[in-house]
């Protein structure tokens, strides 16, 4: 037991960020998110990963059980990255493929492991014909630049968009991809290839614009997640002064504005975490600093990724007083102040809410309120390695109660379904033995996209598809109320309007406004007395405004 209890030290040395984790196996960043996801890995501080419970599993579930085909898709997604290349070569010096018939078979020949390593999901043609509808109707002197052009399909869409092929200019890590781009441009255009080149952008932009022209227009889908070296990591911290692990599209972003022609347009195509996740905070400073024109949600474009893909098109220049952003999800178009988004935790950008209740979230945000961040201790539940082998379906000797996120309500335990050893020492991951056993505590739903919090005072076991947290006995508000605050329709509609995401993030519940001044005279929750209190009312939809 004290070697998992260990385990919840937070210190550096006890402690790996996801891309040294991915070092360590060998395998890509994503399949380290997906063992967190899947409860193999354990989080310490909502960011970094226990070694304690890395060094479990590969001890216990790498050398011992087949891992599921969620858990590491990379272990048989596979393809022979040289012998499509040559495929590729011979195909590109036949004038009867075309580039377009060779750039659909390259990119449907990549396999989905060597995707997440490199990051790589190519856009389609009707979402790159988007980013250029933001630009002035004159194109003909612009100079266009996709650092991480791939096949060359924002490229093809800046010929159609009419710049002139000379000043479209393209680079890519991946030579055979750079091929078939030249390829494409000189079936289009019939001319010079000289623009498009073999390079790794990233990590030489600051040299670049000796090779590029400054460029007035730069378009991309950089890199998701791509798996970056630890020294690259630090290096490039450095020269873009952000947190080492921001992931391998921010740093695209920092890196494109920094090349960038003042008064220049760019956009990028990036997984929905860049805008609601706070590792990217910085990048998302970084991007409110300039005129931010549009954000939209394109859905799940790329198969086998779960992840939704949001675009952005801002200027390089300052955004004024009232500047408004177009925002476009789901069908539904609203416009709100740039300004609304800095007033988030973490500059988010919630682009989902509209104007009306970004006012009412900025304004909730100004009175007078606590959170939870530095007043309460967090741990996950139990992580057996192995629910089938470890639980029993009914009681017996030696065993106790253990609850799912399912199973919990907001004023009750399910029955349980469950039961689990009390002694735990072979277990992947236990948080200590004390905070399960807590007087009181509260646990929660982890998978899910609505709050439910239950305040146990029965010393009840939960598995890791639920959290548990102990504020500290200074906290102004007690558990009993608490729970109900969070679990409430005022709380889930400022979280859903925030954070919109379908994982309970400590993080988040962390930035939740807690209204302690009001709350701490309750002894049972009252959100009506709550809402009349701090002047608010709720709408006969169900929303909230201030109270006029």
């Known amino acids: 037991m004290q070697s998992s209890q260990a385990s919840f030290l937070e210190t550096d040395d006890d402690c790996l960020t996801v891309s040294e984790a991915a070092a360590a196996m060998s395998v890509s960043d994503a399949s380290v998110r997906n063992w967190i996801k899947t409860g193999y890995l354990q989080l310490v501080g909502g960011k970094r990963i226990s070694r304690a419970s890395l060094d479990a599993f590969r001890e216990n579930v790498v050398g011992s059980d087949k891992l599921t085909m969620r858990a590491n898709k990379s272990q048989y997604d596979y393809h022979d990255h040289s012998e499509l290349t040559n495929l590729i070569a011979e195909l590109l010096d036949r004038p009867e493929h075309t580039g377009d018939s060779i750039s659909t078979l390259y990119e449907g020949s990549l396999s989905q492991s060597y ?32 650092p991480c052009c791939g096949s060359g399909n924002f490229l093809s869409a800046a010929v159609r968009a009419g710049f002139r092929p000379e000043n479209v200019y393209g680079c890519d890590v991946d030579k055979t991809a750079v091929g078939i781009a030249r390829k494409r441009m000189k079936e289009v255009t019939g001319g010079s290839l000289a623009t498009i080149f073999d390079a790794d952008f990233l990590n030489s932009s ?36 952000c947190n080492k692990s921001l992931d391998s599209s921010g740093l695209f972003l920092l890196a494109c504005q920094q090349l960038l ?23 998302r400073r970084k991007l409110l600093s300039d005129h931010l024109i549009s954000i939209v949600d394109h859905g799940k474009p790329f198969a086998g990724i779960l992840s939704r893909a949001v675009s952005f098109v801002a200027t390089k220049q300052p955004p004024d007083r009232n500047q408004m952003v177009r925002c476009a999800n789901a069908g539904c178009i609203t416009t709100r102040e740039q300004s609304s988004f800095l007033g988030n935790p973490s500059s988010i950008l919630n682009y989902a809410t509209d104007a009306e209740d970004a006012t009412l979230l900025r304004h909730l945000y100004t009175l007078p309120h606590v959170t939870l961040a530095g007043r309460a201790k967090w741990a ?52 200590p033995k004390e ?33 548990l947290v102990i504020p500290d006995r200074e906290f102004p508000v007690s558990m009993r109320v608490l729970a109900r605050y969070l679990s409430s329709d005022f709380s889930n509609w400022i979280y859903g309007k925030i954070f919109s995401t379908h994982k309970v993030l400590r993080s988040d519940i962390e930035r939740l406004p807690i209204f302690a001044d009001q709350l701490a005279a309750m002894r049972e929750f009252d959100e009506v007395r709550l809402l009349q209190e701090i002047g608010i009312e709720r709408t006969r939809g169900g929303s909230y405004r201030i109270k006029k």
């Open 115 to 146: 995707r997440n390593l490199e990051g790589v999901y190519y856009t389609p043609s009707e979402i790159c014909d988007l980013f250029f509808s933001h630009l002035p109707e004159d194109r003909s002197n612009f100079i266009f630049l996709d």
């Open 435 to 467: 905070m399960y056993e807590a007087s009181g505590k509260l646990i929660y739903r982890f998978i899910s996209s609505k709050l439910v919090f239950y305040h146990d005072t029965d010393q009840s076991m939960i598995l890791n598809s639920a959290n």
């Open 206 to 241: 600051p040299v670049a614009r000796t090779t590029i022209p400054p460029a007035n227009v730069i378009f991309t889908n950089p890199p998701w997640g791509k798996k970056l070296a630890t020294s690259d990591k630090e290096r490039l911290a450095a020269i873009y002064s």
């Open 261 to 283: 022609q003042p008064n220049g347009y760019y956009g990028m195509l990036l997984p929905e975490s860049f805008f609601n996740v706070a590792s990217f905070e910085i990048a």
């Open 380 to 431: 996950l539940g139990v992580v057996t390695g192995n629910n089938k082998r470890h639980l029993s379906a009914i009681p017996k000797e030696g065993f106790v109660p253990v609850y799912r996120g399912a199973d919990i309500e907001i004023d009750c335990l399910k029955p349980p379904t469950n039961f689990i050893s009390t002694d735990m020492s072979g277990f992947q991951q236990v948080a």
